[in-house]
């Protein structure tokens, strides 16, 4: 049994926006468009506080795909019986367990605890991004091997679970301080997709460059590659599962390699779709409507014959 605060805790994680009535909490539905739908806008997805009984209080419903089913359907990589370990996990509250790993400072606190007023909240705002995934360090500081300490200043920090565990973290700057990431130490980017352990099956995928990209899309639509290139690990991951469609949506400035990373994709997947520029900066820097409609008609498939659509 999940108690109601951590499916609270765990829903807000992984949704950008979740309202809460008095018996349930009501999300975007993501599964409507795995039934034939298009995206849910209008919070049509009724998860019960009660996660026991049975019928319709034992888990989900949505009011406009008819979808019905249990907790586990929305989170299939999560059990219930360790959901609080994993929210905990998610939120380092009790370090990592990989010692080479960096653990998440301990001085951080919820962005969402800050003041309305306050810098972050008001930048993480202006970039259309939920603040409960994040934390906030006043000052994060790195001890060096000579014993000299480094100051990077104050940082949004952003924890990266991929496959159930902690991978590390990047300490993000909100204004012109450099620079503008730092990882923590032992974290490889290579081996980690942000985003993953939300993704379904038989939907499209979206692979962007950074964090804050993937809040452009809808919940479980769009991963991080942390850069402008899919490692080996990554390209395992992507490819151990079935999707509708893989739509590989880099920065503007990034369209070499976008073809290159469609490429290697479509050497195994004839599903693979690019987008040779964007009609913007990066898909964090408009809305998801935005986004939508431009993968509805922008990407064009990868064509092995090299008669690619431009």
């Given at each position: 049994?999940i108690?109601?605060?951590?499916?609270e805790n765990?829903?807000r994680m992984r949704f950008?926006?979740?309202?809460?009535?008095t018996?349930?909490?009501?999300?975007c539905?993501?599964?409507?468009?795995?039934?034939?739908?298009?995206?849910?806008?209008k919070?049509?997805l009724y998860i019960?506080?009660?996660?026991?009984g049975?019928?319709?209080?034992?888990g989900?419903r949505c009011?406009?795909?008819?979808?019905i089913g249990a907790?586990?359907a929305?989170?299939?990589?999560?059990?219930?019986t360790n959901?609080?370990?994993?929210?905990k996990m998610a939120?380092?509250?009790?370090?990592?367990s990989?010692?080479?790993?960096e653990?998440?400072?301990?001085?951080?606190?919820?962005?969402n605890?800050l003041?309305?007023?306050?810098?972050v909240k008001r930048y993480?705002h202006?970039?259309?991004i939920t603040?409960s995934n994040?934390?906030?360090?006043?000052s994060?500081?790195?001890r060096?091997?000579?014993g000299r300490?480094m100051?990077?200043?104050?940082?949004i920090?952003?924890p990266?679970?991929c496959?159930?565990?902690?991978?590390?973290?990047q300490?993000?700057a909100y204004?012109?301080?450099p620079?503008?990431y730092?990882n923590a130490?032992?974290?490889q980017k290579?081996q980690a997709?942000?985003?993953?352990?939300n993704?379904?099956e038989?939907?499209?995928?979206v692979?962007v460059?950074?964090?804050?990209d993937?809040?452009?899309?809808?919940f479980?639509?769009?991963?991080?590659?942390f850069g402008?290139?899919?490692s080996?690990?990554?390209?395992?991951l992507i490819?151990?599962?079935?999707?509708k469609?893989i739509?590989?949506?880099?920065?503007?400035?990034?369209?070499?390699q976008s073809k290159k990373t469609?490429?290697?994709?479509?050497?195994?997947r004839?599903?693979?779709y690019?987008?040779?520029?964007?009609?913007w900066?990066d898909?964090g820097?408009?809305s998801?409507?935005e986004?939508?409609n431009?993968?509805?008609q922008?990407p064009?498939?990868w064509?092995?014959s090299?008669?690619?659509k431009?």
């Amino acid at each position: 049994m999940i108690s109601s605060q951590v499916l609270e805790n765990l829903l807000r994680m992984r949704f950008v926006i979740v309202k809460e009535g008095t018996t349930h909490f009501i999300v975007c539905c993501p599964f409507c468009q795995r039934r034939g739908n298009t995206p849910d806008t209008k919070f049509k997805l009724y998860i019960s506080k009660e996660q026991t009984g049975a019928g319709y209080r034992s888990g989900l419903r949505c009011f406009r795909c008819d979808f019905i089913g249990a907790i586990t359907a929305l989170f299939p990589s999560l059990a219930p019986t360790n959901a609080r370990d994993l929210w905990k996990m998610a939120l380092q509250t009790n370090g990592s367990s990989v010692t080479a790993i960096e653990p998440i400072p301990k001085d951080v606190i919820p962005c969402n605890d800050l003041p309305d007023t306050h810098l972050v909240k008001r930048y993480l705002h202006t970039r259309r991004i939920t603040e409960s995934n994040f934390l906030f360090c006043y000052s994060y500081e790195r001890r060096r091997e000579d014993g000299r300490i480094m100051s990077f200043g104050p940082r949004i920090i952003i924890p990266v679970i991929c496959e159930q565990r902690y991978c590390g973290f990047q300490g993000r700057a909100y204004g012109d301080r450099p620079p503008k990431y730092v990882n923590a130490v032992g974290f490889q980017k290579s081996q980690a997709l942000y985003g993953w352990d939300n993704v379904m099956e038989d939907n499209d995928l979206v692979i962007v460059e950074g964090v804050f990209d993937t809040y452009g899309f809808y919940f479980g639509q769009a991963v991080a590659a942390f850069g402008k290139e899919l490692s080996q690990k990554q390209q395992q991951l992507i490819l151990s599962k079935q999707f509708k469609r893989i739509i590989i949506m880099f920065d503007q400035d990034a369209g070499i390699q976008s073809k290159k990373t469609a490429q290697l994709l479509a050497k195994y997947r004839s599903n693979v779709y690019w987008a040779n520029k964007l009609p913007w900066k990066d898909p964090g820097s408009v809305s998801q409507w935005e986004n939508m409609n431009f993968i509805s008609q922008g990407p064009s498939i990868w064509r092995n014959s090299g008669l690619q659509k431009i």
